[in-house]
C-alpha cells in the first residue's frame, strides 16, 4: 500500500461533458446503467443542488478552475458565439487567472490534465502557449485543447460549419463593401480617411474570409486534435483510440505518482456529440447510441477507481465527479436524440437561467473523511471545488482578486447544516439572466428569472430552430418584473409567482435586485476573450504539425493501445 503524506490528500477530479443530471441512476434514472458513479454516491456524498456557473462548456470550465465567475475573467462573451470556436483563435484563459491546479503546483503536488481543455492555446504566436495547461499548473497535459464535434466524425450535420457559414460571409461581404467605399473616398479626395484605417479593416476582412473559407472541411483538421503537452500527437484525431488513448494516460498518471501526493483533472470528452463509443458498448443500452455513450463512460469511471484502490490510495484519495453543464437537447440525429435528460428540470445546455442548464451531478468521495450514503441539498456550486481543493492541500485562496466558491469542507462533513452561498447569479454570456436567493431563515429558495429564451417552437422546451439559445436580441424575453420560482416547492419552475399569488413577492424581488446592485459592484472591466476578434480563427495561431497549412501527423499509431 502507497501512503502519501496524510495531510495532503491526492485528488482525481472527474467532469463529464454534456451529462444531464437525470443520465444517472444515483440521480433517478433506473434505466441506464451507472453502477460506478452510483457506486461513487453510495461511499460518499451525493450533492442535490449542484450548479455550474454556466450552461455552456467553456465559461463554465473557467470557473470551475478559477473559482470565479466566469464574467470576471472575461471568459463570458458578449455576442452569440457563447463558447471558443477555434484553437487558432486568440482568446482563452488569461494567464493572470489564478487555477487551483497552479496552487497545488506551488504546493508541491503533481498535476496533470487529462482530456477537453477548450479554453484556447495561444495568444500571439503558434508556439507561444499562452492559455495551454502548461501555463496554467498543470505539470502534465494529453488531450483535446478544444472539444468534439461532429466535424472530427464527419458523418453528421457540421456543428461549428453549420452557425458559422453565414456569419462569416456576411462580415466579409460588409468589410469588403466598407473597405472598398473608403478606398473610392481616399483616392477621389471624396473624404480624408487614414490609410491604417483602411489597412485594418481589409486584414479583418480578410481573416473574417479565410474563416468563412476554412469552415468548409478544415475545421476537422483545425480542431480535432490531440496534444501532449506542448507537442501535437494527432492532427486530425483517430477517433477509434480516443477513449482507450485518454485512459491510458489516466491511470498511467496515477501510477507513475502513487508515492503522491497528486492532482489528476479527468476533463471527460464523454458525453459530447458526437458521442464516439467504442464497439464494446454500441447497442448495449435502452437510450440508444447516447445510453451507450452513458454508460461507456461509468466504466471508465470505474476503471480510475479500480486503479486507485489497487494502489492503495482509496483512503486518501479526495474523488470529484461532476458534468460542465446540463445536456444537450436540440442534439439529434433524424428522430434519435444524442442529447442527455435533466431529470424533471427546465431547459438545457445554452440555456444561462433554466436549472436543467446548470443544475448538475455532483459527488463526493473520500473514504474515513466524509460519512458514506449522505444526501445533501444545500447550494452548491462547481466554483467551490477551487476553494476545497486548495485548502485540503495547504495552499492559500488569492486574497487580490474576488473568489466566488466557497469549501465544501464543512458542509461535507456534517459540521454546518448550510453552505456560504446565499445568492447565486446565473449569467447566459455578460447577460444576467437569473438570480436564487437561499433565504436561509426559512429555508426556501427563490429563483428570479431576469431573462428567458424563446423556445423554437414555441412549447417544445428547447431552441430546435437555433440550435442552441441566444443569450440576447429577438431569441429571448425580458421579464419586468422577474419570473419568481420557488425552487423548495416547485423545482422544475412550472408555476411562476406573481404578487397576486405570492404576499412575499414585491419583498423577495427588491432583496434580490439589491443583491444583483451589490453584485454588479464588485465586478471590473477586463478584455473579452470572447470578442468576435479574440474568437476568430488566426492562421499564425493555428496548432500544426508539419508544415502549415498541410498539417498532418498521427504519432500515436505505432503505440500500444489495448486498455480496451
Not at 67 to 77: K, Q
Request: net charge neutral.
Amino acid at each position: 500500500t502507497c501512503v502519501s503524506n496524510p495531510s495532503k490528500p491526492n485528488f482525481l477530479l472527474i467532469l463529464a461533458d454534456d451529462l444531464g443530471i437525470g443520465d444517472v441512476g444515483c440521480y433517478g434514472n433506473d434505466t441506464i446503467r451507472t453502477p460506478n458513479i452510483d457506486g461513487l454516491a453510495k461511499d460518499g456524498v451525493r450533492l442535490t443542488q449542484h450548479i455550474a456557473a454556466a450552461a455552456v462548456c467553456t465559461p463554465s470550465r473557467a470557473a470551475f478552475l478559477t473559482g470565479r465567475y466566469p464574467i470576471r475573467s472575461g471568459m463570458a462573451s458578449g455576442t452569440q458565439r457563447q463558447v471558443l470556436f477555434w484553437n487558432g483563435c486568440s482568446g482563452g484563459l488569461p494567464p493572470n487567472e489564478t487555477t487551483f491546479a497552479r496552487i497545488l503546483q506551488q504546493q508541491g503536488y503533481s498535476t496533470a490534465l487529462v482530456g477537453k481543455w477548450h479554453m484556447g492555446v495561444n495568444c500571439k504566436s503558434r508556439h507561444d502557449h499562452c492559455h495551454h495547461p502548461l501555463n496554467h499548473g498543470f505539470d502534465y497535459f494529453y488531450g483535446m485543447p478544444f472539444t468534439l464535434l461532429n466535424e472530427c466524425q464527419g458523418t453528421d450535420d457540421p456543428e461549428l460549419a453549420k452557425s458559422l457559414q453565414d456569419t462569416y460571409w456576411l462580415y466579409t461581404q460588409v468589410i469588403i463593401l466598407a473597405v472598398l467605399t473608403l478606398l473610392t473616398g481616399k483616392l477621389t479626395n471624396l473624404f480624408s480617411v487614414k490609410w491604417k484605417i483602411i489597412i485594418c479593416l481589409a486584414i479583418c476582412g480578410l481573416l473574417y474570409f479565410i474563416s468563412w473559407f476554412s469552415s468548409y472541411g478544415f475545421t476537422k483538421y483545425w480542431n480535432c486534435i490531440l496534444m501532449r503537452n506542448h507537442g501535437i500527437t494527432e492532427q486530425p484525431m483517430n477517433l477509434e483510440k480516443t477513449t482507450s488513448n485518454m485512459l491510458k494516460e489516466a491511470v498511467s498518471f496515477i501510477e507513475r505518482n502513487k508515492h503522491g501526493p497528486f492532482l489528476l483533472f479527468v476533463s471527460l470528452l464523454h458525453v459530447h456529440t458526437p458521442l464516439i463509443t467504442t464497439e464494446k458498448f454500441q447497442g448495449r443500452s435502452r437510450h440508444g447510441l447516447y445510453g451507450d455513450n452513458v454508460e461507456e463512460m461509468d466504466w471508465m469511471v470505474g476503471r480510475l477507481l479500480d486503479v486507485i484502490d489497487k494502489e492503495g490510495l482509496k483512503n486518501n484519495t479526495f474523488i470529484y465527479f461532476a458534468s460542465d453543464h446540463g445536456g444537450s437537447l436540440e442534439a439529434h440525429r433524424g428522430n434519435a436524440q444524442l442529447g442527455g435528460w435533466n431529470g424533471i428540470y427546465k431547459g438545457g445546455k445554452g440555456m444561462g437561467g433554466w436549472e436543467g442548464g446548470i443544475r448538475v451531478p455532483g459527488i463526493v468521495r473520500w473514504p474515513g473523511m466524509l460519512p458514506a450514503g449522505t444526501v445533501i441539498n444545500e447550494l452548491t456550486s462547481l466554483m467551490d471545488v477551487f476553494p476545497t481543493v486548495v485548502h485540503l492541500a495547504g495552499g492559500a485562496v488569492p486574497r487580490d482578486r474576488v473568489i466566488d466558491g466557497h469549501t465544501l469542507l464543512p458542509l461535507l462533513q456534517g459540521r454546518v447544516q448550510h453552505s456560504g452561498h446565499e445568492f447565486m447569479f446565473h449569467y447566459c454570456g455578460v447577460f444576467l439572466h437569473a438570480v436564487r436567493w437561499h433565504q436561509k431563515d426559512s429555508g426556501t429558495v427563490w429563483k428570479a428569472h431576469y431573462a428567458t429564451p424563446v423556445f423554437q417552437p414555441e412549447a417544445s422546451g428547447a431552441c430546435f430552430g437555433r440550435g442552441i439559445c441566444p443569450c440576447f436580441g429577438d431569441g429571448v424575453t425580458h421579464h419586468d418584473p422577474p419570473l419568481l420560482f420557488d425552487l423548495s416547492q416547485d423545482p422544475s419552475e412550472a408555476n411562476p409567482l406573481s404578487a397576486d399569488t405570492e404576499p412575499l413577492f414585491d419583498t423577495v424581488t427588491r432583496r434580490i435586485g439589491k443583491a444583483v446592485e451589490e453584485h454588479r459592484k464588485t465586478l471590473t472591466p477586463v478584455p473579452q476573450q470572447l470578442s468576435p476578434y479574440n474568437n476568430i480563427w488566426k492562421p499564425w495561431l493555428q496548432p500544426c504539425c508539419g508544415t502549415f497549412p498541410f498539417c498532418w501527423c498521427d504519432e500515436e499509431n505505432n503505440k500500444v493501445h489495448g486498455m480496451l
